[in-house]
């Protein structure tokens, strides 16, 4: 009984440091205790955690992969190799998949969110970039 305690402590606290890790090693700030300015609105995210979130639900996804990223990455790989290829575009097509990344999203979450309240234009756009420096970094070299 107590090795199955002390098994579930070193689990929980491994999970607890990773998440320190992960936000770079100091605790996010708390929005909601800095008074009527720092209140966000229910559903709506903003910032580097709903950047990754969503980046990870698009990567994770495979509907999305099979329908969107799939065909976006061959007709790129097309630009590429006829030297037509222009990053700020790619950005735009990106943009496609995220938004209706967001959207399967918003709809899978059940909070009601509507998906462009949920993530913002910025972070939206920030993911899209993101995308389109993941291909550049893998097809483009």
């Given at each position: 009984?107590?090795?199955?305690?002390?098994?579930?402590?070193?689990?929980?606290?491994?999970?607890?440091?990773?998440?320190?890790?992960?936000?770079?090693?100091?605790?996010?700030?708390?929005?909601?205790?800095?008074?009527?300015?720092?209140?966000?609105?229910?559903?709506?995210l903003?910032?580097?955690?709903?950047?990754?979130?969503?980046?990870?639900?698009?990567?994770?996804?495979?509907?999305?992969?099979?329908?969107?990223?799939?065909?976006?990455?061959?007709?790129?790989?097309?630009?590429?190799?006829?030297?037509?290829?222009?990053?700020?575009?790619?950005?735009?097509?990106?943009?496609?998949?995220v938004?209706?990344?967001?959207?399967?999203?918003?709809?899978?979450?059940?909070?009601?969110?509507?998906?462009?309240?949920?993530?913002?234009?910025e972070?939206?756009?920030?993911?899209?970039?993101?995308?389109?420096?993941?291909?550049?970094?893998?097809?483009?070299?």
């Open positions: 009984m107590k090795s199955s305690l002390l098994g579930l402590t070193l689990a929980l606290g491994a999970v607890g440091a990773g998440a320190y890790l992960m936000l770079g090693g100091h605790m996010p700030s708390m929005p909601h205790l800095s008074g009527s300015r720092g209140r966000r609105r229910s559903g709506q903003r910032g580097h955690a709903e950047q990754s979130e969503l980046k990870l639900y698009i990567d994770n996804d495979g509907d999305l992969y099979r329908q969107q990223t799939q065909p976006i990455i061959k007709n790129l790989q097309r630009k590429l190799a006829k030297g037509k290829f222009d990053k700020k575009l790619s950005e735009k097509l990106w943009m496609y998949l938004e209706n990344g967001a959207k399967k999203y918003a709809k899978e979450s059940g909070t009601g969110s509507v998906w462009h309240k949920m993530f913002s234009m972070d939206r756009k920030a993911v899209a970039k993101e995308l389109a420096d993941d291909f550049v970094a893998e097809y483009a070299s």
